[in-house]
C-alpha cells in the first residue's frame, strides 16, 4: 500500500475546517442572493429595454445563438423538458454537493474554492442591483422567444415564473437575468471537478456540465448570450479576488490572536507572581524564584532502588560511590 504525503496534511487540515462556521457563511450569503432577487426587482420597463438593447447588440455582431437554441426546445420535448428539469434543478444541487464533496475530500483546497464562490455572487448581487434585465421569455413577442417553462410547465413543479413551484413567482426576481449565474456557478463546478476529479469520467463532467447549462439557460429562453458571458466573467473577478480576500481574513484575525496573547499573557504573569509558593520562593532566594535541578536534591539513606535517585548515581560510577561514602 502506498501512503502519500499529502493525507496527513489534508487530515491536519481537515481539523481546522469548523462546520458550524462555514454552514452559517454560506447560508448569510445564500440569503443574500436570494433576498436581492426578491427585494431589487427595478423598474420593469428599464428591464425590457435592457433586455432588449443586449439582443440589439447580439443581432449587430451575429452572436445570438439563444434565438435557434429556444426554437429547437420549443418544437422538440425530449430536448425541451430534461432543459426545463436541469434549469429548474441542478442550479440548487450540484454546487452544495460539489462544496460538500470538497469539504470531505479535498480540504486544502476547500477554503480558497468557497470564497471564490462566494465572492463571485455577491458581485452578481451587484448586477442584479445595477442592470435589472428581462430575459428573453419576457421580451414582447415580436422578438419571437417561447417560454419553454410555461410550455411544459405541466411536466414539472414550476409554473409560468421561470423556476419558481407553482404559486410561488412572488418569491422571486423574473428581471434578475444579468449575469447569469446559472453558468456562473456550473462554471465554477467545472473547474473544481476537472482539476480535483481523478478519474477521466469526473473530468469529463467537469467540461461537459458548464457547456451544457449554457446550452439550457438560452434555449429555455432564460438567458442571453451576453448574461453567460458576463457569468464567467464575474466568476474571473471573484478568482481573482479570493486569495486576496483570504490573506486580508487571515491577517485580521492574527492580529486578533496576537492582541488576545498579549492579554492573555500580562495576566498569566500577574497570576503566577501572586501565587503563594512563587512568593515564598522568590522571598527564600532574595526575589529570584529558582527551581533547584534533580542533581541538587540529595538522596535519602536507604531510599529505595529508582525513587529520587540522582541518574547518574543509580549508575553505579564510582564518582557517585565516593561522594555518598564521604558523605555517611
Given at each position: 500500500?502506498?501512503?502519500?504525503?499529502?493525507?496527513?496534511?489534508?487530515?491536519?487540515?481537515?481539523?481546522?475546517?469548523?462546520?458550524?462556521?462555514?454552514?452559517?457563511?454560506?447560508?448569510?450569503?445564500?440569503?443574500?442572493?436570494?433576498?436581492?432577487?426578491?427585494?431589487?426587482?427595478?423598474?420593469v420597463d428599464d428591464a425590457?429595454?435592457?433586455?432588449?438593447?443586449?439582443?440589439?447588440?447580439?443581432?449587430?455582431?451575429?452572436?445570438?445563438?439563444?434565438?435557434?437554441?429556444?426554437?429547437?426546445?420549443?418544437?422538440?420535448?425530449?430536448?425541451?423538458?430534461?432543459?426545463?428539469?436541469?434549469?429548474?434543478?441542478?442550479?440548487?444541487?450540484?454546487?452544495?454537493?460539489?462544496?460538500?464533496?470538497?469539504?470531505?475530500?479535498?480540504?486544502?483546497?476547500?477554503?480558497?474554492?468557497?470564497?471564490?464562490?462566494?465572492?463571485?455572487?455577491?458581485?452578481?448581487?451587484?448586477?442584479?442591483?445595477?442592470?435589472?434585465?428581462?430575459?428573453?421569455?419576457?421580451?414582447?413577442?415580436?422578438?419571437?422567444?417561447?417560454?419553454?417553462?410555461?410550455?411544459?410547465?405541466?411536466?414539472?413543479?414550476?409554473?409560468?415564473?421561470?423556476?419558481?413551484?407553482?404559486?410561488?413567482?412572488?418569491?422571486?426576481?423574473?428581471?434578475?437575468?444579468?449575469?447569469?449565474?446559472?453558468?456562473?456557478?456550473?462554471?465554477?463546478?467545472?473547474?473544481?471537478?476537472?482539476?480535483?476529479?481523478?478519474?477521466?469520467?469526473?473530468?469529463?463532467?467537469?467540461?461537459?456540465?458548464?457547456?451544457?447549462?449554457?446550452?439550457?439557460?438560452?434555449?429555455?429562453?432564460?438567458?442571453?448570450l451576453m448574461d453567460a458571458?458576463?457569468?464567467?466573467?464575474?466568476?474571473?473577478?471573484?478568482?481573482?479576488?479570493?486569495?486576496?480576500?483570504?490573506?486580508?481574513?487571515?491577517?485580521?484575525?492574527?492580529?486578533?490572536?496576537?492582541?488576545?496573547?498579549?492579554?492573555?499573557?500580562?495576566?498569566?504573569?500577574?497570576?503566577?507572581?501572586m501565587a503563594p509558593g512563587?512568593?515564598?520562593?522568590?522571598?527564600?532566594?532574595?526575589?529570584?524564584?529558582?527551581?533547584?535541578?534533580?542533581?541538587?536534591?540529595?538522596?535519602?539513606?536507604?531510599?529505595?532502588?529508582?525513587?529520587?535517585?540522582?541518574?547518574?548515581?543509580?549508575?553505579?560510577?564510582?564518582?557517585?560511590?565516593?561522594?555518598?561514602?564521604?558523605?555517611?
Open positions: 500500500m502506498t501512503i502519500t504525503a499529502t493525507a496527513p496534511r489534508a487530515a491536519a487540515y481537515r481539523g481546522k475546517l469548523r462546520w458550524w462556521t462555514e454552514l452559517p457563511l454560506i447560508a448569510v450569503v445564500y440569503a443574500l442572493y436570494s433576498g436581492a432577487r426578491l427585494l431589487v426587482r427595478g423598474d425590457v429595454e435592457h433586455g432588449a438593447d443586449i439582443l440589439h447588440f447580439e443581432q449587430l455582431t451575429h452572436l445570438d445563438p439563444e434565438r435557434w437554441f429556444n426554437r429547437l426546445f420549443t418544437h422538440h420535448a425530449f430536448l425541451g423538458v430534461p432543459a426545463d428539469f436541469a434549469y429548474a434543478s441542478l442550479h440548487y444541487v450540484v454546487t452544495p454537493s460539489i462544496l460538500v464533496w470538497l469539504w470531505l475530500r479535498r480540504p486544502t483546497h476547500y477554503r480558497t474554492a468557497r470564497t471564490w464562490l462566494l465572492i463571485s455572487t455577491l458581485i452578481g448581487l451587484v448586477g442584479f442591483t445595477l442592470v435589472p434585465t428581462a430575459p428573453p421569455r419576457l421580451l414582447p413577442g415580436a422578438h419571437g422567444f417561447m417560454d419553454t417553462m410555461a410550455q411544459y410547465g405541466s411536466y414539472g413543479w414550476w409554473g409560468t415564473d421561470a423556476s419558481a413551484p407553482r404559486g410561488m413567482g412572488h418569491l422571486t426576481n423574473q428581471y434578475a437575468a444579468m449575469p447569469s449565474l446559472h453558468v456562473g456557478w456550473s462554471l465554477w463546478c467545472g473547474i473544481m471537478l476537472f482539476r480535483y476529479g481523478r478519474n477521466w469520467f469526473v473530468r469529463t463532467l467537469g467540461v461537459i456540465y458548464p457547456l451544457m447549462t449554457a446550452l439550457v439557460v438560452m434555449g429555455t429562453a432564460n438567458h442571453y458571458a458576463a457569468g464567467v466573467a464575474t466568476m474571473g473577478i471573484g478568482f481573482l479576488l479570493a486569495r486576496p480576500a483570504l490573506r486580508i481574513v487571515d491577517n485580521l484575525q492574527a492580529r486578533v490572536r496576537r492582541r488576545l496573547g498579549r492579554e492573555s499573557g500580562g495576566e498569566a504573569v500577574v497570576a503566577i507572581s512563587h512568593r515564598d520562593a522568590a522571598t527564600a532566594s532574595g526575589g529570584a524564584s529558582k527551581v533547584p535541578s534533580p542533581r541538587s536534591v540529595p538522596v535519602p539513606r536507604g531510599a529505595p532502588d529508582g525513587a529520587d535517585r540522582d541518574p547518574d548515581a543509580a549508575g553505579g560510577s564510582g564518582a557517585g560511590r565516593g561522594e555518598r561514602s564521604r558523605m555517611s
